[in-house]
């Protein structure tokens, strides 16, 4: 215990996140060695999934329950086949629980990482990443899924798999953002993210998820807020070139001003607050 307030500074200093381009510099050096952060998000996964009778296969049930659950349930209600709303909801429900999980996790993860943060010998950015990384083997345990919903639909743009791809990238981008300036705030705020987790409930309803865009009256408040909602535009860049239909340009505005700006706001959050973390946490 007598070495722990010694700790904290020979972090801070020997990081040097205050220069200019840390966290770029720390995403590189992360990057270039991932073996922390990609291996202990997958063994992770790996030991929540051995303590269920079903294994792995249980982690796919959300997807299960959202797809052809709440599908099936409000399938009657939507105009147009049944498969394609099948589609619809996958698409949806993947890249919004994506998201969702990277916001919530990376605003939990310094916590949860208070040992290896305070010795000193791990990047803070291999948290972010790590967060990154549970989302992505979230999103894996969609695809199943939603391949049989898309097989459903049958309908599927070949060319517009090659867009979603790209729009998938940069939806990661987004992620790296967010998971940096979420988690300092979550850092420095404890209850940060059950706040995000409440909320959370909310955005899924607010996004075009398990209902049609078309249903809301274009002028109506309820339009205002779900296009004021980004968790619909990243849903509507991936989704729509996969079911053929065309990308609402003012979504591609919208994320590509989210992108840069967050991206800034990253860089210089990165900058001032990451050497606050071992005294926060």
């Known amino acids: 215990m007598n070495d722990l307030p010694a700790t904290a500074p020979t972090l801070v200093s020997t990081r040097s996140t205050g220069a200019p381009g840390a966290f770029w510099r720390e995403v590189r050096q992360s990057f270039r060695n991932p073996e922390f952060w990609a291996l202990s998000s997958w063994l992770d ?3 929540k999934a ?3 009778r079903f294994g792995i296969l249980w982690l796919m049930a959300p997807s ?8 099936k349930f409000f399938a009657d209600m939507q105009p147009g086949s049944p ?3 099948y589609a619809h909801v996958a698409l949806g429900s993947m890249i919004f629980r994506t998201m969702m999980s990277s916001v919530i996790g990376s605003a939990n993860v310094f916590h949860g990482s208070h040992s290896f943060i305070m010795d000193g010998h ?14 992505f083997f979230d999103m894996c345990m969609y695809v199943p899924v939603t ?3 898309l097989m459903l639909f049958g309908q599927v743009s070949l060319v517009g798999l090659a867009w979603a ?3 998938l990238v940069i939806i990661y981008v987004n992620g790296l953002w967010i998971s940096a300036v979420f988690g300092l705030t979550g850092a420095r705020f404890p209850d940060f993210g059950q706040l995000l987790t409440n909320v959370s ?17 274009a002028n109506s408040h309820r339009a205002q807020l779900m296009r004021m909602n980004p968790f619909y535009h990243f849903v509507e860049i991936f989704r729509a070139p996969i079911m053929g239909d065309p990308v609402d340009p003012g979504s591609l505005v919208y994320v590509a001003v989210i992108t840069v700006v967050g991206l800034i706001v990253a860089t210089f959050a990165y900058r001032r607050y990451a050497r606050f973390v071992p005294l926060w946490i």
């Open 64 to 71: 299960l329950v959202y797809v052809f659950g709440l599908g």
């Open 45 to 47: 996964i790996i030991v």
């Open 201 to 217: 409930i909310f955005l899924f309803l607010l996004t075009p998820i398990i209902w049609y865009p078309e249903a809301v009256p």
């Open 83 to 85: 498969g394609r709303f």
């Open 50 to 52: 051995r303590k269920s």
């Open 165 to 167: 791809l790209l729009a």
């Open 147 to 149: 391949v049989a919903a």
């Open 122 to 135: 791990v990047r803070l950015t291999d948290y972010l990443l790590q967060s990154l990384a549970k989302s």
